[in-house]
Structures are given as structure tokens and as C-alpha cells.
């Protein structure tokens, strides 16, 4: 069963810092999504990384995906309050039906 | 991208009752989901609405309780049937194309009391 595993649940962080958010999967897979929903919001798509070694860059953040080690990440640069959100990590089992963590609160504050 | 609507966008239902929640999307989409956000927590896949068949369901939710529809590849419903209380969440169809992201539409926030 593919489980998928983001930490941290909660961060919060001042604006301006740098930091991680890490996605764990389970089991093999080559698609890897990153979604942002605000509070009362619909899932914004980020970034879809689609092969081993896939580095993407938006903004203030930058995606990244080994699948060797199944994990991605999402940093997170000079943080901005514009930030805050609920980040999820989302894997597809290769049938475009996806697996979501369990999402990451983001707070950003002066 | 695919522009992807939903009806309704919020209700409150009384427990007993049901609920069809449409999604509508922009162009002719092979694949159509139907997902399902409780309070305060990630998304989890209801099942797979199928153009011209049965829907294919995840485990742990049954077509008697969520009956899904899709008549033709723009178009899908689900039922929330027999609601409870546990019921209320936020509904969320999404759509795949290719090697693309998933589009997610607007959800549906449902309360039941």
C-alpha cells in the first residue's frame, strides 16, 4: 500500500528564512505533485515532477525529486507572509489517481 | 489548463438526506476523480468517475453511499447519500490530461447537521 509522509505538519517561520518540507512515499512511483491550498480554498498545483533528479523552481520556491530514495522536497526561500498556506505533496500510484500527505501548515510571520 | 467548475459550492444538508454535486469541466477529459477533504485534513480519492461505465471505487467507499455519474467526458455528479454528520467535509472533483498536473476544481464544502 503506497503511503505518503510530509513533515513537518506545522512550521512556522520568520520572513526572510530558509526551510524544507520534506515528502516521503512508499512505494515506487515517477510522479510527483506539489499542491498549495489556501484556508477555504481549492488546491493550486505548483509543480509536477516527472523523473528522478527533476528540479523545479517558481518564485520563492524550488521542488525537487529523488526516486531512488522516494522522497521530494519543497523549499522555501526568504519566506514572505504571502506564503502562508497548506502545502501537500500528492504521489501518483501511475494511474493518475493520487496519494496525498498528510499537508504541511505553513505560518510566516513578520 | 482545464477550467473545472463545481454546484454546488456550499450546503447544509439535514442528516438522512442526499446530496448530488456536479462538476463541469471546460474541454473533454479522459480521467475524472472524485476526492474527499474532512475537516482539517489531506485529500482522499472517493474513486474514479468512468465515461460510460461503472465508477471505480477506493477502498473503504461503496456506490450505495456515493453513486457516481459520468454521462460524457465534460460532465460527472456525486451523490452523497443517506448523510450523516461524519459526512461533512469538502468534495473536490479534479481531472488528468496527459502528463500534466491534475486540476482540481472549487470543491464542495458540505455540512450536515
Known amino acids: 500500500e503506497l503511503k505518503v509522509e510530509q513533515n513537518p505538519l506545522f512550521l512556522s517561520m520568520q520572513e526572510g528564512k530558509n526551510y524544507t518540507i520534506y515528502c516521503n512515499y512508499s512505494t515506487t512511483s515517477d510522479r510527483l505533485y506539489w499542491y498549495r491550498q489556501d484556508p477555504g480554498k481549492s488546491l493550486e498545483s505548483l509543480f509536477v515532477?516527472?523523473?528522478?533528479?527533476a528540479v523545479k523552481q517558481e518564485g520563492r520556491l524550488m521542488a525537487s525529486l529523488d526516486t531512488k530514495a522516494r522522497l521530494s522536497t519543497l523549499h522555501i526561500t526568504a519566506a514572505v507572509h504571502d506564503l502562508s498556506a497548506t502545502y501537500f505533496c500528492a504521489v501518483d500510484r501511475n494511474t493518475d489517481k493520487l496519494i496525498f500527505g498528510t499537508g504541511t501548515r505553513l505560518q510566516v510571520f513578520p | 489548463s482545464a477550467v473545472i467548475s463545481q454546484k454546488p459550492s456550499r450546503d447544509i444538508c439535514q442528516r438522512g438526506t442526499s446530496l448530488t454535486i456536479q462538476c463541469q469541466v471546460d474541454s473533454q477529459v479522459t480521467m475524472m476523480f472524485w476526492y474527499r477533504q474532512q475537516p482539517g485534513q489531506s485529500l482522499t480519492l472517493i474513486a474514479t468517475a468512468n465515461q460510460g461505465s461503472e465508477a471505480t471505487y477506493e477502498s473503504g467507499f461503496v456506490i450505495d453511499k456515493f453513486p457516481i455519474s459520468r454521462p460524457n467526458l465534460t460532465f460527472s455528479t456525486l451523490t452523497v447519500s443517506n448523510m450523516s454528520p461524519e459526512d461533512s467535509s469538502i468534495y473536490l472533483c479534479?481531472?488528468?490530461?496527459?502528463?500534466?498536473?491534475?486540476?482540481f476544481g472549487p470543491g464542495t464544502r458540505l455540512l450536515v447537521l
Open positions: 479534479s481531472v488528468a490530461e496527459g502528463q500534466e498536473t491534475q486540476y
Open positions: 515532477l516527472l523523473s528522478n533528479g
